[in-house]
């Protein structure tokens, strides 16, 4: 049975008390904008991190692998999920990623 | 009004301490998320896409000035200074932290609120005709009834843990605006011999399976009301599959059980019940009864017949027949073209709060159309009012017309969407601004995924987002209706791509406009009278060539 090959990964989450999107940097931060997150190549390696960040349950809610692709500034999203997920809703300039300009 | 008493505020101020020491011991970590998530769903707390959402119950659509200046404060205070009303007669919150959410809640339940049971497998926020109370067409004020249901379903111990969410709607009047086809159980209430009672409708809903409620008891005297709709829940309680989470509403338990069975089950479960059921409802009912005693009514002169043109415009769509002849019912469009459905700014909640109190007896109302009301207004103040909602920006002429859309949060906001609905809306009314005076009475409805809590089946034009491998695509339902007269839109074909689905149904209202007879004929009337096949070839063009070729 052949199974898909492992594509590029990064560990999401929402924080426990404010509930934003966050991400698992390589230096094991949570950090708010997915092109700081570390993006996982390696299946066994990223069940790992997932693993250890599912395990913060006092810092972080709901964490998962999101499908991500190489851009010119770090990881972008795949799936249109994602990237609203990312960069906030686009029916007001309220995501985060208005916030930090 | 229905005001709080000792019980209610001692009720309340409890459950809201048990909640805030539940938030304490999950944030210092002696209760999982596993085991929280269940307790914050039952206080309306969801995790969104970007952060906590927390949904707050406005009972049967009722409140009063000083309760919507309490919701612009948490607005502003918690959130980031708007709310969105949906279509079930609640106000979300998008932004809360979960360590505020104790502080908005204790503030609520200053003013008899709450969030409790606006989640979760129990029996929901009773919702009813936005204009009970009011309407000229109405046969009794249905709030005392949803007042009575809310009073036993709240925190109710056999109904906490409901194979599935449990929805009742109430209506008064025979024109039915409160979609209680569409709920697990719809009372629409009659008289018989000076007598007022209901037909129960049982197992409508949409979602992914919709279907049309049917008629469980043609008349139900009032004072079985408790005792008969316990039975009903009861019988789902035990019933319902709890195995299948798509198979867990009661449609699909009256659907595979066959509505023969589930009377004769209910009519058992209700001959068992009845005698349990003393009086003190009766008499619970009455006290509430009084507390909903119309308004002292103040006399009005009318309006001179010629009027600007613009405050004109505004009356034709946004003022409907009040019982008393002086007086108007106001249905404030939060619709501007352009903005977000539903969506009002702690400013305009305070305006609306203002207005209430000033021109309308102190009293609102939310519509499940996502519009707010002022129920009672003297038809000499009409004009008083349109310059002030004017100059706040909610003086758009545009109450049932094709911008005044029904939109669900969609993936701007929601964990479960497959698309966004928000700006499809935004892009539809903006489209079609300059046209909807002439197209007239359209319903579009818009949902982000199928659970449909946007209501797209029953659309005049109904609208599906969905994700197509990767991409937002969206599917287009045509007849749908969500009055007595309730239909289930049907599929026109194929989807459309995000860039496609506002010109899809512009082609679609430029149809009708060359179809109907006269401007009379509504949308909805077209498309009975033609069917679908016009409508169609407007909306797939190419198509139609290729076959002509
Ligand atoms: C934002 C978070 C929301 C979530 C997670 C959510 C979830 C759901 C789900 C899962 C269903 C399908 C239930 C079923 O078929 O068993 C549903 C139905 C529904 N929801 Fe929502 N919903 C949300 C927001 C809303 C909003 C904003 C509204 C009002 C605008 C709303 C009103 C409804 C209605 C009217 C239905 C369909 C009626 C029914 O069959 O129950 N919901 N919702
Ligand atoms: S219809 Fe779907 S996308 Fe829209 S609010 Fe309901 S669950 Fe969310």
Excluded at chain 2, 468 to 474: D, I, K, T
Aim: glycine residues 8%; contains cysteine.
């Amino acid at each position: 049975m052949s199974r898909r090959p492992f594509t590029p990964k990064v560990v999401t989450a929402n924080l426990l008390v404010e509930g934003d999107v966050v991400y698992l940097s390589a230096d094991d931060r949570w950090v708010p904008a997915l092109r700081d997150a570390e993006i996982q190549e390696d299946e066994a390696i990223a069940e790992a991190r997932l693993l250890d960040a599912s395990s913060q349950s006092d810092t972080v809610v709901g964490v998962y692998l999101a499908e991500v692709k190489h851009g010119p500034d770090g990881p972008e999203p795949v799936h249109f999920r994602e990237a609203f997920r990312a960069s906030g809703p686009t029916n007001y300039p309220h995501g985060k990623a208005h916030e930090a300009q | 009004m229905y005001q709080y008493d000792d019980f209610d505020r001692a009720f309340l101020a409890e459950r809201n301490a048990q909640f805030r020491a539940q938030v304490e011991r999950r944030l210092d970590g002696s209760l999982t998320e596993d085991e929280f998530k269940p307790l914050r769903l039952m206080n309306g707390v969801y995790l969104q896409l970007h952060a906590y959402m927390l949904r707050v119950a406005i009972p049967y659509g009722t409140l009063s000035a000083d309760q919507m200046r309490v919701l612009a404060e948490l607005a502003e205070r918690w959130d980031k200074g708007y709310g969105h009303f949906t279509t079930r007669q609640n106000i979300q919150y998008n932004w809360p932290k979960l360590r505020d959410i104790p502080d908005m809640l204790d503030r609520l339940g200053d003013v008899g609120m709450h969030a409790i049971q606006t989640s979760g497998n129990t029996i929901r926020n009773v919702t009813a005709d936005h204009f009970a109370g009011a309407a000229a067409d109405e046969i009794v004020d249905p709030r005392p009834y949803a007042e009575l249901l809310r009073q036993w379903s709240t925190d109710h111990p056999e109904f906490q843990f409901l194979p599935r969410k449990f929805k009742i709607a109430v209506t008064g009047s025979p024109n039915d605006r409160a979609v209680t086809k569409a709920h697990d159980i719809g009372l629409v209430a009659k008289e018989r011999d000076g007598e007022i009672g209901f037909e129960v409708l049982v197992g409508g809903g949409l979602g992914r399976t919709p279907m049309v409620g049917k008629t469980l008891r043609e008349f139900l005297p009032v004072a079985d009301l408790l005792p008969y709709c316990e039975a009903i829940v009861g019988v789902y309680n035990r019933l319902g599959r709890r195995d299948n989470k798509y198979k867990a509403r009661i449609k699909i338990t009256v659907h595979e059980t066959g509505i023969e069975e589930i009377r004769n089950l209910v009519e058992a479960r209700f001959a068992e019940l009845r005698p349990l059921f003393d009086g003190s409802d009766m008499n619970a009912l009455r006290r509430i009864e009084a507390q909903f005693a119309p308004p002292a009514f103040r006399t009005s002169s009318q309006l001179p017949e010629r009027l600007d043109p613009a405050l004109q415009a505004w009356i034709d769509t946004s003022v409907t027949a009040h019982k008393r002849a002086d007086h108007a019912i106001v249905t404030i469009s939060v619709k501007a073209h352009g903005a977000t459905p539903g969506d009002a700014s702690a400013e305009q909640m305070r305006l609306m709060a203002d207005l209430a109190e000033r021109y309308a007896y102190g009293e609102l109302r939310i519509s499940h159309e996502q519009n707010v009301i002022l129920p009672h207004v003297r038809r000499a103040d009409l004009p008083a009012i349109y310059a002030a909602l004017n100059k706040a920006g909610l003086g758009t002429a545009n109450v049932g017309l094709a911008s005044d859309i029904i939109a669900c949060p969609g993936m701007d906001y929601c964990a479960l969407a497959t698309a966004r609905s928000i700006p499809v809306a935004q892009g539809i009314a903006t489209a079609l601004e300059a046209i909807e005076r002439d197209i007239g009475a359209l319903k579009i409805k818009i949902s982000g995924c199928i659970n449909a809590c946007g209501h797209h089946h029953v659309g005049h034009i109904g609208i599906l987002g969905l994700d197509r491998a990767g991409v937002e695509n969206y599917q287009i339902t045509l007849g749908g209706d969500g009055t007595e007269t309730m239909a289930v839109g049907e599929r026109a074909g194929p989807g459309f791509a995000y860039d496609q689905i506002v010109p899809a149904v512009e082609r679609l209202v430029r149809a009708y406009l060359d179809l109907r007879t006269d401007p009379s004929e509504t949308f909805l009337a077209a498309y009975r009278r033609l069917g679908a096949a016009p409508f169609k070839a407007a909306l797939y063009p190419d198509e139609e060539a290729a076959h002509a070729a």
